[in-house]
């Protein structure tokens, strides 16, 4: 069975100013990775995911994050966020291999930008 | 692509009455479908994994015979919350098992029980 640590419930930045949302995971096996953003009252969006290959994933609205398997952490993070960046961000993980990936959520970090 | 819809967004229903939520994926096929429940300023807890043609698997402490899933077709599952009561309300949020496995996630459906 895996888990998800998200050490940060809530993370207040100024707007354009950098920020690191930080997940770290635990599985005996392979994984695969995953950041979603929820806005209010929505679903998830998926923001960027790290399967295989390079561990420097970009996604949209230009997050991106750092698969560090030693660490087991993945690290999502923007140089500059604007206001319309404000909302829950959740990590994600699920087993690698074959079937049905069965995802396990970490509690979710509020992202505030503050203007 | 890979568009997930949801529906209703929001329901309120009385105590006692049963409600139907739809899952639906608009431009794939999925053969796989889950179901979430997310409390207020909780994480997303997974009810259930929903598969085409067959019965769904619940997750540890979800009563099947309350939360009925089916998966009739590969582009819709319905969540129905059986004799509802004020516990019952929550968000609940489906996903489909999409193109490369990714998960798309509907927009969530808000269930309130009076």
């Known amino acids: 069975a895996q888990s998800v640590t998200q050490l940060d419930s809530q993370v207040p930045v100024f707007e354009e100013a950098p920020v690191e949302l930080r997940c770290n995971y635990s599985?005996?096996?392979?994984?695969?990775l995953f950041w979603y953003v929820q806005y209010p009252n929505q679903g998830l969006q998926l923001l960027l995911k790290y399967l295989s290959g390079s561990t420097l994933v970009k996604g949209i609205n230009g997050f991106e994050a750092e698969f560090n398997k030693s660490q087991t952490s993945f690290h999502l993070r923007k140089p500059s966020v604007h206001i319309s960046d404000t909302a829950e961000y959740f990590c994600a993980v699920s087993e690698s291999g074959a079937g049905s990936y069965q995802l396990t959520f970490g509690k979710g970090t509020k992202l505030s930008v503050i203007p | 692509g890979a568009v997930v819809s949801q529906h209703p967004s929001r329901v309120i229903c009385k105590s006692g009455t049963s409600v139907k939520i739809e899952c639906r994926s608009l431009?794939?096929?999925?053969?796989?479908m889950f179901w979430y429940r997310q409390f207020p300023k909780k994480s997303l807890m997974l009810m259930a994994t929903?598969?085409?043609?067959?019965?769904?698997?619940?997750e540890q402490g979800v009563e099947k015979d309350k939360f009925l899933i089916n998966h009739a077709s590969l582009t819709l599952s319905t969540l129905t919350v059986t004799s509802a009561h004020p516990e019952d309300s929550s968000f609940y949020i489906c996903s489909a098992e999409g193109p490369g496995n990714i998960q798309y996630f509907g927009a969530g459906t808000r269930l309130s029980v009076l």
């Open positions: 929903s598969n085409e043609g067959s019965k769904a698997t619940y």
């Open positions: 431009d794939f096929q999925a053969t796989t």
């Open positions: 599985s005996s096996v392979s994984v695969y």
